[in-house]
């Protein structure tokens, strides 16, 4: 019957370590996404979309590439799948260099022309990531304490 108890006591800590490094590991992706988005470039291009991949569904989206007069390229990924983004119309893009993420476009020639659309820059899925992070964090440490230390959580040695 020790042995089972042990047995038990021994899960529960190995839980509450897991817990606390999975937290670990979820709030440092959420911060450093939110980092990398806040210090990338976003610049500006101007050209004709090409290579449009438009996905329907539960997740809407588009995928796209705008290619500048001067032979730039710039791989673009939005929100928003309708009629007005069409292959071969001339668009002016501002997006995140760091993961292509449009923040804001505008039609200039073709039959949706004038057409504008604007997207956020992502912080939400970061600052979503980061507090899903501390809570695992949080419920690890809690968790990794309830086992007491002279029932298999290592301690430092008594003077």
């Not at 839980?15 to 500006?44: C, N």
């Not at 050209?47 to 809407?60: A, D, E």
Request: proline share 3%.
């Amino acid at each position: 019957m020790a042995a089972i108890g042990q047995n038990i006591l021994a899960k529960i800590t190995t839980v509450g370590a897991g817990l606390a490094l999975e937290g670990t590991s979820f709030l440092l992706f959420g911060l450093l996404s939110m980092y990398f988005v806040y210090r990338s470039a976003k610049p500006s291009i101007e050209g004709t979309i090409t290579q449009l991949k438009q996905f329907h569904g539960k997740y809407p989206s588009s995928d796209f590439t705008v290619v500048s007069g001067s032979g730039q390229l710039a791989a673009i990924h939005c929100d928003y799948n309708g009629a007005s983004l069409q292959t071969g119309e001339r668009i002016r893009v501002r997006y995140i260099q760091y993961n292509g993420d449009l923040l804001d476009a505008d039609i200039l020639a073709g039959p949706a022309a004038g057409w504008h659309h604007v997207e956020s820059e992502g912080y939400i899925w970061g600052i979503a990531l980061a507090l899903m992070g501390a809570a695992f964090f949080i419920g690890g440490v809690r968790e990794w304490n309830k086992t007491p230390r002279s029932e298999g959580r290592r301690s430092r040695p008594q003077r």
